[in-house]
């Protein structure tokens, strides 16, 4: 019989729960870890009492979920009583999920002993930008394009803004084409494509997952077939 | 200066734990209302209830020119008002009660005898008839340099809630229901006495006979408006029911009065600091450049009438103090403006500094209505969850205001004249729960993120900001933040973000948000 794997938060007897809890205790102290009895998975729940200048105190309920790998991947954070509505433009998606940034480019790093601390200031700071849309109705500060042109934008980003070189390194990109360290650039410059576009591919098939990157390929070829 | 959550919310528990235990109880013999009502001494008093205005004075206070012709302005609205307070009040006339006056505009009451509803009727009328008279053919006369001066009126008669504010040396009577409302609702701003329903019905068929229906197309109401009145007809009909006024004595005492303040002696000036209405009078006027406030209890008149028992009534006053002395706090200490006076569940509030800066005015004005809709909202409903249902309705306006003192020892109302003043009490009335009503120069003088939270309104040509708050505010300012650094506090008290480091803040550029 295939003996379950114990929970993250039960590992050494509980030495990594009780750091998190003392980590996160004195910073938001409404917030408390649970254990869902269904799933077993251990979450943070609580309100974040943002305070104005002026005083006014706002409290939002949270749920922070974690994941069965923490500290390997990053916990998701969710609006537990719903008082926001669910809005690409407000970057919130289904049961109220944040979406706080576009995966490849989060910064959570499972070896920062603050890194808990870190997701949770991340989750204040969007929760008062969800509070300026609400007043404004314009997104505060920076974000990226929804969906797979959200990924194309960062691919785009990587390799210098330029559209053409995007379509020429897609396939490489994607593992259609293999292309030598030591072959000329396909961008055309002369230069060896180690050299030249081969490291910023690298840094692309680093932190964009391969079914992704397939996906994203198929993507744009359809696209580009569909265009007349 | 500025509004805060935690300042407000501990004034507004203070003034809760000194109120008193209120009483109301329904005035079942006559008193004198100015000894009998306190904050806590409330009474529900059957009753007329009467506004009549003269509509030249905030033109004359806004477009005469410096000089004699301003004096001889101040001269005769402190007359007017001098004689037209001993036409109510003596109990050899009128033996009314002079609520005060809302700059010319006056409120009174009758509820003597009591519930004696026919002479209560006769009597509301009778004034409206005799102050027209007083003013066409006696004032008018006594002042050939200042145009014709014509006279509106309203009247309602019914039950209100009379009860009084706290303060000793500004001491106000404050009625809250539909008479007090409707009276003041149904002036029309232009030469026409009109009288709703309930009291034409009461009235007796002698003085009915003078009154002709008509609907008042703003509110959709039967009304009955005055007629035509000999002087002959009006003496017989006073001394029909007892009413002992002589026009050549009120025409001798504003000659006495006139002689006893010449021109010479009635002064005016600009001013460099908060005036101080209670050091005012008639020959001490002001003269300045101010940003008129109204802010009213939207939905407060409702809310007393649907009070089913005594206990409800209770409820409904302490919300209304707590909201009062609440929203004179914000006028006075938030922003170091002039509270003028309260009328009925509504604060009247004066911006006039820095001296003749339009722009720093306005704003300050504008800052105290969103202060006002910050209170009630964020603070009085948190601690009154009763007021759920009401809220604050703001009108704001800018011009040219005479500020003064009205009447003589004990008696006196504070006033502010002008166009701007009566502007900014319609752009408040015309609007709902929630909104701040500002005319387009006012806007003009705000911040930009300030601005952008007031839509234009085509029909009413004014902008209008909807459930605007400090902390709104605030977060709109806000918005550009979230480009750069931001830093993060927090802690048992909250956690606050900030663009600027504070001990023990953590920082970073925020991510960029997504979708997906």
Same mark, same amino acid.
């Given at each position: ?83 926001f509505p669910v809005s690409d433009d407000r970057h919130i998606i ?5 979406c ?29 930008r969800q509070?300026?849309f609400d007043?404004t109705g314009v997104w505060p500060?920076?974000q990226c394009k929804h ?82 | ?10 004034? $507004?528990?203070? !003034? ?66 001098? +004689?037209?307070?001993?036409? $109510? ?6 033996? /009314? ?64 809630? /009379? ?28 030469? !026409? ?46 001394? +029909? ?125 504008? !800052? ?31 011009? +040219? ?7 003589? !020892? /004990? ?23 929630? +909104? ?18 007031? $839509? ?57 948000s997504y979708a997906?």
């Amino acid at each position: 019989m295939r003996v379950r794997p114990k929970p993250w938060y039960e590992r050494s007897n509980g030495r990594e729960l009780h750091a998190e809890q003392a980590r996160v205790r004195g910073h938001y102290p409404d917030l408390a870890f649970r254990v869902d009895p269904g799933s077993g998975l251990m979450y943070l729940t609580g309100n974040i009492r943002l305070r104005a200048d002026c005083g006014v105190p706002t409290e939002i309920l949270v749920r922070i979920v974690f994941p069965t790998d923490y500290p390997g991947s990053e916990p998701a954070a969710f609006d537990a009583a719903g008082i926001f509505p669910v809005s690409d433009d407000r970057h919130i998606i289904a049961g109220g999920r944040f979406c706080l940034w576009l995966p490849p480019c989060s910064r959570w790093d499972k070896h920062d002993p603050n890194r808990l601390l870190r997701f949770l200031d991340e989750v204040t700071v969007f929760l008062e930008r969800q509070l300026i849309f609400d007043v404004t109705g314009v997104w505060p500060g920076a974000q990226c394009k929804h969906g797979p042109e959200g990924y194309e934008e960062l691919l785009l980003s990587i390799l210098g803004g330029r559209e053409d070189h995007l379509r020429i390194f897609f396939p490489v990109i994607a593992g259609q084409r293999q292309l030598g360290r030591n072959s000329p650039c396909l961008c055309g410059s002369g230069k060896k494509y180690k050299r030249c576009h081969g490291q910023a591919v690298e840094e692309i098939t680093v932190r964009l997952d391969r079914n992704l990157l397939n996906s994203l390929y198929k993507r744009s070829q359809q696209v580009s077939n569909a265009v007349p | 200066m500025s509004w805060n959550y935690n300042t407000s919310l501990s004034r $507004v528990q203070a !003034h809760l734990d000194s109120m008193g235990e209120i009483e109301v109880e329904k005035l079942i013999r006559d008193a004198d209302l100015q000894s009998l009502l306190s904050e806590t001494c409330c009474r529900e008093i059957y009753g007329a209830h009467v506004y009549v205005d003269v509509p030249n004075f905030p033109d004359l206070a806004t477009m005469t020119a410096e000089g004699e012709d301003y004096r001889r302005v101040i001269q005769a609205v402190h007359l007017y008002e001098r +004689e037209v307070a001993r036409i $109510v009040e003596e109990e050899s006339i009128f033996d /009314g009660v002079r609520i005060h006056f809302q700059g010319a505009k006056l409120h009174a009451l009758f509820f003597r005898p009591i519930d004696d509803s026919t002479a209560i009727a006769a009597r509301a009328v009778l004034l409206q008839m005799v102050l027209r008279h007083f003013v066409r053919s006696i004032f008018n006369a006594e002042f050939p340099k200042l145009p014709n001066l014509s006279l509106c009126g309203g009247a309602d008669l019914g039950s209100a809630i /009379g009860t009084k504010n706290g303060h000793r040396g500004d001491r106000e009577l404050l009625f809250l229901g539909a008479p007090a409302n409707y009276a003041a609702k149904i002036l029309t701003g232009s030469d !026409h006495i009109r009288v709703t329903g309930a009291l034409y019905a009461a009235l007796p068929e002698s003085l009915q006979s003078y009154f002709g229906e008509t609907t008042d197309d703003r509110y959709n109401a039967k009304v009955y408006e005055l007629g035509p009145i000999a002087i002959e007809d009006l003496e017989a009909s006073l001394e +029909e029911h007892g009413i002992k006024w002589d026009r050549r004595a009120s025409e001798q005492r504003l000659k006495d009065d006139k002689a006893t303040y010449p021109l010479s002696q009635i002064e005016y000036s600009d001013a460099e600091v908060l005036i101080d209405i209670d050091a005012l009078g008639i020959t001490n006027n002001k003269r300045v450049l101010a940003a008129s406030v109204f802010g009213d209890v939207s939905g407060f008149t409702a809310y007393i009438d649907q009070a089913e028992d005594q206990d409800a009534l209770k409820t409904a006053l302490r919300v209304l103090h707590a909201i009062r002395k609440e929203m004179a706090s914000v006028v006075k200490h938030d922003f170091d403006g002039v509270r003028v006076q309260y009328q009925g569940d509504r604060v009247q509030a004066l911006f006039h500094l820095p001296k003749r800066n339009d722009k720093d005015i306005a704003r300050r004005a504008v !800052h105290c209505a969103i202060g006002l809709e910050s209170s009630m909202e964020l603070v009085i409903k948190r601690l009154l969850p009763e007021a759920a249902g009401l809220g604050m309705a703001t009108g704001v306006s800018i011009g +040219e205001t005479l500020v003064s003192k009205l009447g003589t !020892h /004990g008696h006196r109302d504070r006033i502010s004249i002008g166009d701007s003043v009566e502007e900014a009490a319609r752009h408040q009335e015309g609007s709902k729960c929630g +909104e701040i009503a500002i005319p387009a120069d006012v806007h003009a003088h705000l911040d930009e993120e300030l601005q952008k939270l007031f $839509v234009w309104n085509g029909d009413r040509g004014l902008y209008l900001g909807t459930n605007i708050t400090a902390e709104k505010i605030e977060r709109a300012r806000k918005a550009e933040l979230f480009n750069q650094t931001v830093f993060v506090t927090s802690g048992a008290a909250g956690v606050h973000v900030s663009s600027q480091p504070t001990d023990g803040s953590r920082f970073f550029v925020p991510s960029s948000s997504y979708a997906g």
